[in-house]
T-cell receptor, first 114, second 112 residues
Framework: NAGVTQTPKFQVLKTGQSMTLQCAQD?????MSWYRQDPGMGLRLIHYSVGAGITDQGEVPNGYNVSRSTTEDFPLRLLSAAPSQTSVYFCASSYSVQVPYEQYFGPGTRLTVT | GESVGLHLPTLSVQEGDNSIINCAYS??????FIWYKQESGKGPQFIID?????DKRQGQRVTVLLNKTVKHLSLQIAATQPGDSAVYFCAENHQAGTALIFGKGTTLSVSS
């Protein structure tokens, strides 16, 4: 299994540009989520999904969209990039929304918005 | 408000020492807690978890203690090794099926 994969690893955007961060998992996990991590901070939840066709907002959803058309993929879209969105983005998945709740994280995408 | 925080942002220990990383949480409804390890440039990696109906859980070289009375969680690492150097996060879940709330992290530095 490849686990959770994320592309790209690095990205530089100009303010106002849009882009999609890709996330895929091959573990048939129902639960997937996106976090952002800023220096000195813990991970903050952006959006999550409990299954194909179902998404919901997390702690910091503004400026981001998600969709979940398949179990495997959970892309994160930045609609109009802003410097405040400069961060490292992690995608995670879990086999179940029920406890135990171990989440598997991808390697991250480092995004810089200038 | 709801928060999961750590007492110290950094912890420096000698190789072979035991390390204790602390975490305080404020939501008494939290029922599940996880410790993650994050090495530089990588995503967080699961270490150990504990449910609120337990006080202690042991893994390989790690022990998590939960004190619900004072809403405190700790991670003990026995015989700390240089490979244990990383940022350690505690996380809580208080709404099953929604989200984990992460603390800010403690950076553990192990010198040989």
């Amino acid at each position: 299994n490849a686990g959770v994969t994320q592309t790209p690893k690095f990205q530089v955007l100009k303010t106002g540009q849009s882009m999609t961060l890709q996330c895929a998992q091959d573990m048939n996990h129902e639960y997937m989520s996106w976090y952002r991590q800023d220096p000195g901070m813990g991970l903050r939840l952006i959006h999550y999904s409990v299954g194909a066709g179902i998404t919901d907002q997390g702690e910091v959803p503004n400026g981001y969209n998600v969709s979940r058309s398949t179990t495997e993929d959970f892309p994160l879209r930045l609609l109009s990039a802003a410097p405040s969105q400069t961060s490292v983005y992690f995608c995670a998945s879990s086999y179940s929304v029920q406890v135990p709740y171990e989440q598997y994280f991808g390697p991250g995408t480092r995004l810089t918005v200038t | 408000g709801e928060s999961v925080g750590l007492h110290l942002p950094t912890l420096s220990v000698q190789e072979g020492d035991n390390s204790i990383i602390n975490c305080a949480y404020s939501n008494s409804a939290s029922d599940y807690f996880i410790w993650y390890k994050q090495e530089s440039g990588k995503g967080p990696q699961f270490i150990i978890d504990i449910r609120s109906n337990m006080d202690k859980r042991q893994g390989q070289r790690v022990t998590v203690l939960l004190n619900k009375t004072v809403k405190h969680l700790s991670l003990q690492i026995a015989a700390t090794q240089p490979g244990d150097s990383a940022v350690y996060f505690c996380a809580e879940n208080h709404q099953a099926g929604t989200a984990l709330i992460f603390g800010k992290g403690t950076t553990l530095s192990v010198s040989s």
